[in-house]
């Protein structure tokens, strides 16, 4: 037998047994004073009968429909009382209470997020994306409408919001105008092509990330307004081909002590990947990359910059000039 949702939470339950002990507060009340009880009588009555105090009645109940009225109040009273008091108990076994703090907890955290990130979406995608993110130490809230999937979050102490991503009020609860980026992983292309589309109206600043699919769907994303797109079945396809064409590397991968990220991996083999952003008063203004390579410590590489636009230079030459807000994709050696 399902047990129907309004009874599956302790605050629903109260919620449910205080109306009904309210209604038939109200109806026995009238009912008294129709019998010719003051309204002070009445009431003094129903509560006497509600609570099986055991007082005196105020005024004889003789009849035989006055007396079944009154057995019917406190059998109906005392259901509502019990039930109220089952889901406060509920509540408490349960650590709602606690719950609810918590939420309120996370709630102010959230609001005082900036240049954060938002995951949409906790699923597989999801989880890997907060453990990283919180391995980091990088500042992010998820939004999930998955009830369990809400749950497994809170238990792993991640600031979460309970809704509908696709829902602008969400997003703005998230403080989508102060993020840094947003990833949306949901394994609807379509859901996840109306969550660029609003993310990007609210903030045409954010650096969005989206999971795609089919191959398709990422022309839509991106005219949606994603600056990364990813097809977690082509790289699936691809991490495969590579492992038949290059089992020895492959294995090399797969086989480091730490997965705790890629830079991390990275670091197993002695190289690391850094990012560094080119300040007005950066050295590296108006010089170029040549001069960025050899003027660190230690061996090093430029593989990439993104300028402010957004568009990326791959693989620059040494003569290109680094500007103002470019960012730096270095690959330099690990020092033993």
């Not at 606690?98 to 955290?109: I, V």
């Not at 597989?124 to 979050?153: M, N, S, T, W, Y």
Request: aromatic content about 6%; glycine content about 8%; some cysteine.
């Amino acid at each position: 037998m399902t047990v129907p949702d309004t009874l599956q939470t302790p605050m629903k339950r109260i919620t449910i047994g205080m109306t009904i002990l309210a209604v038939t507060f109200c109806v026995a009340t009238v009912v008294y004073m129709l019998q010719g009880d003051t309204l002070i009588d009445a009431a003094y009555m129903v509560v006497i009968t509600l609570f099986s105090v055991g007082y005196g009645e105020i005024g004889p109940v003789d009849t035989p429909l006055g007396r079944v009225f009154t057995m019917m109040v406190i059998v109906v009273g005392c259901s509502s009382v019990l039930y109220v008091s089952g889901g406060f108990i509920q509540m408490v076994m349960e650590g709602e209470i606690d719950r609810k703090l918590g939420d309120r907890k996370r709630a102010k955290e959230i609001g005082q997020l900036t240049g954060h990130a938002i995951i949409c979406g906790f699923g597989r995608i999801g989880q890997i994306i907060a453990r990283e993110l919180k391995l980091g130490e990088h500042p992010f809230v998820i939004l999930e409408q998955d009830e369990d999937r809400v749950e497994a979050a809170r238990l792993r102490d991640y600031m979460v919001i309970e809704g509908d991503a696709t829902d602008e009020r969400y997003l703005s609860e998230a403080r989508v105008e102060h993020a840094a980026t947003l990833a949306t992983v949901l394994p609807n292309d379509a859901v996840n092509v109306f969550i660029t589309l609003s993310a990007r109206n609210m903030n045409p600043k954010l650096q969005i990330m989206a999971r795609g699919e089919a191959p398709s769907t990422e022309k839509k994303l991106r005219q949606a307004g994603a600056d990364q797109v990813v097809l977690p079945a082509a790289i699936g396809g691809l991490r495969i081909a590579s492992m038949i064409a290059q089992p020895t590397t492959a294995h090399l991968l797969d086989n480091l002590e730490t997965k705790s990220g890629l830079n991390d991996d990275l670091t197993q083999l002695g190289v690391q990947l850094i990012e560094i952003h080119v300040s007005p008063y950066s050295k590296y203004v108006n010089n170029n990359v040549g001069f960025v390579e050899h003027e660190r410590d230690h061996p090093h590489l430029v593989v990439a910059i993104r300028h402010p636009d957004g568009t990326f230079t791959r693989h620059p030459e040494p003569s290109k000039t680094v500007k103002v807000d470019d960012t730096l994709v270095l690959i330099e050696h690990v020092p033993t």
